[in-house]
Nanobody
Framework: QVQLVESGGGLVQAGGSLRLSCAASRRPLSIYSMGWFRQAPGKEREFVAAITSDSGTTSYADSMKGRFTISRDNAKNTMYLQMNNLKIEDAGVYSC??????????????????WGQGTQVTVSS
């Protein structure tokens, strides 16, 4: 089935920006709704953002609204997460996930069937 690989993580100063990418292979990205999740040390995995395939409907966790933007380019089989005004508490491993329900927004990790390996985001003061 679909394989997901994240990239773009790294070290950034607080207030800076970073763009993450999630590349799909084996299957087209267009048949999935997609989500981003993150997990910081000592904390549970939390929902970041999600986007449907065709309608372009998006959803964001409250702490990310106005700072993060999720987007996708189905022709390139790639999803993105633009992160601006990064804060110390944004640090963690960011993972992308795919759901076969292509036009449905879900915030629970259990709703996603396929996951990438994750990319580390470190925010310094």
């Amino acid at each position: 089935q679909v394989q997901l690989v994240e990239s773009g993580g790294g070290l950034v100063q607080a207030g800076g920006s970073l763009r993450l990418s999630c590349a799909a292979s084996r299957r087209p990205l267009s048949i999935y709704s997609m989500g981003w999740f993150r997990q910081a040390p000592g904390k549970e995995r939390e929902f970041v953002a999600a986007i449907t395939s065709d309608s372009g409907t998006t959803s964001y966790a409250d702490s990310m609204k106005g700072r993060f933007t999720i987007s996708r380019d189905n022709a390139k089989n790639t999803m993105y997460l633009q992160m601006n005004n990064l804060k110390i508490e944004d640090a963690g491993v960011y993972s992308c996930a795919a759901s076969p329900n292509r036009d449905y927004i879900a915030r629970s990790p259990a709703a996603y069937r396929y996951w990438g390996q994750g990319t580390q985001v470190t925010v310094s003061s």
